[in-house]
């Protein structure tokens, strides 16, 4: 229930700030919830009411995902342990960036960036250390008189000037001391890198197996994902393909109606990979295709014309 407001919230907030969205994702243990677009602002969104929840390998595929789309990754959540996530805090969740939705939406719609960012020991701010140095030295202020009226030493305010974060308290103190904003703010668009991994196919199910040596042979790079609504995605220098493969003709329909939404959003084509004679060649924007047929097929332009003929008929 907590879940599915968040979600909701979250989207709300996404709308508002005109964002394009996905379908939520609604299958389990999905590595996001909902892909948004404005412009050239692509990001991938999980959602989770206690952020401690997010594990690692899930952390990971989401960073991978989102940087095979040149996408940011984000955590939307409540709570972390038993605390409350605070207005304009970033929390940071093996190296994704975690807000609130009242944050979430001061960047997004009031183009409020936060100033906070939470660690080990407390609340901390970035200064910035050039205006810090002009602020002081412009008022005729030694280092030893900005660290006895803070309460500091005089190292502290030197390290300060070369860049070492403050507390909140301390950093408020300094603005006000100095009357000048000090504080850097803090983008929730994150981009990261990855090493590039290619689908072994000898540890897949046979479907699998021979749909990712299939792909591989007409020139496409294969990524396997195990959290998505999609298995893996099938890459070449121009196009990306949400790659799904028929394990469960019941789920089919299902997934290739999400696949297709997600697609819409992150400017990608959608494709799934049967090996047994489809009802259909299309299910909205999700183009079926057969193994048969790729084995058919000399290289990846002829598979994307097939893809574009299909999603167009």
């Known amino acids: 229930m907590r879940q599915d407001l968040l ?5 709300e907030v996404l ?3 005109g964002f394009v969205t996905s379908k939520r994702c609604d299958v389990r243990s999905r590595c996001f919830d909902i892909a948004a677009r404005r412009g050239s602002i692509l990001i991938f969104l999980k959602m989770l009411s206690n ?4 594990s690692e390998e899930t952390a990971s595929e989401l960073k991978k995902l989102a940087e095979c789309f040149y996408a940011s990754p984000l955590l939307v959540g409540e709570k972390a342990r038993n605390h409350e996530l605070q207005d304009g805090a970033v929390y940071v969740r093996y190296g994704v960036p975690a807000v609130n939705v009242d944050t979430l ?3 997004f719609i009031d183009e409020l960036p936060p100033l906070i960012y939470a660690a080990p020991g407390g609340l901390y701010v970035k200064l910035d250390e050039d205006a810090l140095y002009a602020a002081r030295t412009g008022r005729d202020l030694s280092l030893g008189a900005i660290a006895s009226q803070l309460g500091v030493s005089r190292r502290s305010i030197r390290k300060y000037e070369e860049g070492m974060d403050a507390k909140v308290e301390i950093a408020v103190r300094l603005e006000a001391i100095l009357d000048a904003p000090l504080a850097v703010p803090i983008s929730l668009l994150t981009r990261h890198s990855f090493h590039e991994e290619t689908a072994k196919a000898d540890s897949l199910p046979p479907i699998e197996r021979q749909a990712v040596s299939l792909l591989v042979d007409l020139g496409f790079k294969v990524l396997p994902m195990f959290q998505a609504p999609f298995d893996m995605l099938s890459q070449t220098n121009k196009e990306t393909l949400l790659t799904g493969i028929s394990k ?5 329909a299902k997934r290739a109606e999400l696949m297709s939404s997600i697609a819409r959003v992150v400017s990608a084509h959608s494709l799934y990979i049967t090996d047994d004679e489809p009802k259909c ?5 999700t183009v079926i295709v057969r193994l048969q047929e790729l084995e058919d097929l000399d290289n990846s332009t002829e ?6 003929e299909r999603s167009e008929e």
């Open 7 to 11: 979600t909701d919230q979250t989207a």
């Open 15 to 17: 709308h508002t700030a």
């Open 51 to 54: 952020i401690d929840g997010l």
């Open 105 to 107: 939406s001061d960047f």
């Open 248 to 252: 469960n003709a019941s789920l089919m």
């Open 281 to 285: 060649f299309r299910i909205l924007h």
């Open 303 to 308: 598979l994307m014309h097939l893809v574009r």
